[in-house]
């Protein structure tokens, strides 16, 4: 992955549910543990310096859609005080009324208050959860997502948006098509990533990702609730400046 500091931090997306997107950087995601993921390796201890870099992204933000994205290779938890409070005037300032996060299961008990907090200034929040597929024993047996339930309902209860990573060995497109399905029914939108290779042990499958291409991809690219990244810096944030 790049430099931390070189990173595209700042993006507007222009269709499907459009937004502008920040990439921050927090202490560090606590889980740290899935086996395709390096995005972690986005973090830094010093809190001061967080705060820099993140007010300096968050400075782009002109609120033309009234909705942001901020993402932060990790949860929202991870980021620190004065970013959270940065984030907060921000959209007071650029009257933004929708805000998602991400974040991983282990801190679900933290959404309803960061909720509540939101919602005193009149801004709706939706969290987004990674949970790559609904077919758990090979979610955590493959994947090691940490997630302990094998319940789409149970994770909804505190999520209201699923990532899915596809293209990886051992899916097909029915398998993919069914997590997608599954994620329609339970969650207000779905966030599609092809893996791409990284550093990590999990790799992509060229033969899974042709089978996306061909069957899956055309059933969903028009599909408003369906966001659909065939490279991870496909939301214009991640990428080298
Ligand atoms: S995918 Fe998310 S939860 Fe898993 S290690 Fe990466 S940043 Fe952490």
């Known amino acids: 992955m790049p430099e931390t500091n070189e990173m595209i931090r700042y993006s507007v997306i222009t269709v499907k549910n459009p937004r502008e997107i920040v990439l921050l950087r927090g202490r560090g995601c606590e889980w740290r543990k899935?086996?395709?993921?390096?995005?972690?390796?986005?973090?830094?201890?010093?809190e001061s310096e967080n705060f820099r870099l993140n007010s300096e992204a968050l400075s782009h933000v002109t609120g033309e859609y009234h909705r942001l994205e901020v993402i932060n290779s990790g949860s929202f938890t991870d980021l620190d005080e004065s970013?959270?409070?940065?984030?907060?005037?921000?959209?007071?300032?650029?009257?933004?009324?929708?805000?998602?996060f991400e974040c991983h299961w282990m801190h679900?008990?933290?959404?309803?208050?960061?909720?509540?907090?939101?919602?005193?200034?009149?801004?709706?929040?939706?969290?987004?959860i990674g949970v790559e597929t609904f077919d758990s024993l090979f979610r955590e047996s493959y994947?090691?997502?940490?997630?302990?339930t094998d319940q789409p309902s149970e994770i909804a209860r505190y999520f209201d948006e699923v990532c899915l990573l596809q293209g990886i060995p051992g899916q097909s497109a029915s398998s993919m098509e069914k997590d997608i399905e599954t994620g329609l029914s339970y969650f207000s939108r779905v966030c599609v990533?092809?893996?791409?290779?990284?550093?990590m042990p999990v790799k992509?499958?060229?033969?899974?990702?042709?089978?996306?291409?061909?069957i899956v991809l055309p059933k969903y690219e028009a599909n408003e609730r369906v966001?659909?990244?065939?490279?991870?810096?496909?939301f214009g944030v991640g990428g080298i400046a």
Do not use: W
């Not at 899935?34 to 010093?46: A, G, I, M, T």
């Open 34 to 46: 899935c086996r395709f993921c390096d995005y972690h390796l986005d973090f830094c201890k010093e």
């Open 204 to 214: 992509p499958d060229p033969r899974v990702i042709a089978e996306f291409q061909k």
């Open 108 to 128: 679900r008990e933290s959404v309803p208050a960061l909720r509540a907090q939101f919602a005193e200034k009149g801004i709706h929040v939706n969290v987004k």
């Open 143 to 148: 994947l090691v997502k940490g997630i302990d």
């Open 83 to 100: 970013t959270m409070k940065r984030i907060m005037d921000v959209c007071d300032e650029k009257e933004i009324g929708e805000i998602h």
């Open 227 to 234: 966001d659909l990244l065939m490279e991870n810096t496909d």
């Open 193 to 199: 990533n092809i893996m791409v290779a990284n550093s």
